[in-house]
């Protein structure tokens, strides 16, 4: 399991844990009548909601990202988890002050945690941004590294042109552990143009299988737009 599945499923969690902390304390269902209940349950619902919505704003934060998705869904999740704690003040009007500041407590860490972790997974993503351009166009233009039949298909003289393409964006690519990444893309192209030049389909075929699977990596990383 990568870091980016662990935080999209361990940080929503660690929030609904925190804010259920924080507007579950002192609940009881016991002696309730069904209004009491009603209220109760939308604070579980309120909690779950919290969860799913972190999630879908880290997920929308992860590799190329989707900034004004990320942002709106950070701010639904801020204010369902707040929700839930002037909810609570209603459902237990005489807690004990100490429940109502570790009822605050909780909220604002949960809050602070939302923040930090889609600000976190955003700018982790940098390195994938970057690489967007490089993606598109070795995805779009993947026919030059596939063999072609003798006589058809790109010469050497275009292969040699995508391989240069791929190269300056490669070299675009500079943040975390995608760039060393890139350059290896860029260094297949650079192999399969030798390869095609040689008119060696037998090694540009064993080459360009390598190829898309550093492609498909950087795909799986990043889901470029």
């Known amino acids: 399991m990568d870091s980016d599945t662990l935080t999209t499923y361990l940080v929503p969690a660690l929030v609904a844990l925190l804010t259920a902390a924080g507007g579950l304390i002192g609940v009881s269902v016991r002696d309730a009548d069904a209004y009491e209940r009603r209220r109760v349950l939308w604070l579980g619902l309120l909690v779950i909601a919290t969860a799913i919505v972190t999630m879908s704003a880290v997920s929308s934060a992860t590799g190329v990202g989707r900034p004004i998705a990320a942002v ?5 999740a801020c204010a369902a988890a707040i929700g839930t704690h002037f ?4 459902v237990v009007p005489e807690a004990e002050p100490r429940s109502v500041l570790l ?3 909780s909220i604002g860490i949960a809050v602070a945690v939302i923040i930090a972790s889609v600000s976190m997974t955003y700018v982790a993503g940098t390195g994938c941004r970057q690489a967007e351009p490089l993606i598109r166009t070795a995805w779009v233009e993947s026919g030059y590294a596939q063999p072609g039949i003798p006589g ?3 010469t050497s003289g275009e292969v040699a042109d995508w391989a240069k393409r791929l190269r300056e964006q490669a070299d675009q690519v500079t943040a975390g552990s995608i760039a060393p990444r890139a350059q290896r893309l860029a260094g297949l192209a650079d192999e399969i143009t030798a390869a095609a030049s040689d008119r060696d389909f037998a090694r540009q075929a064993v080459i360009s299988a390598e ?4 492609l498909g990596a950087l795909i799986k990383e990043c889901h470029p737009q």
Do not use: A
């Not at 190829?211 to 550093?214: L, R």
């Open 72 to 76: 709106g869904l950070t701010v639904s």
């Open 87 to 90: 909810l609570w003040r209603r």
């Open 103 to 105: 009822s605050r407590v």
């Open 152 to 154: 058809q298909g790109p």
């Open 211 to 214: 190829y898309f699977d550093v």
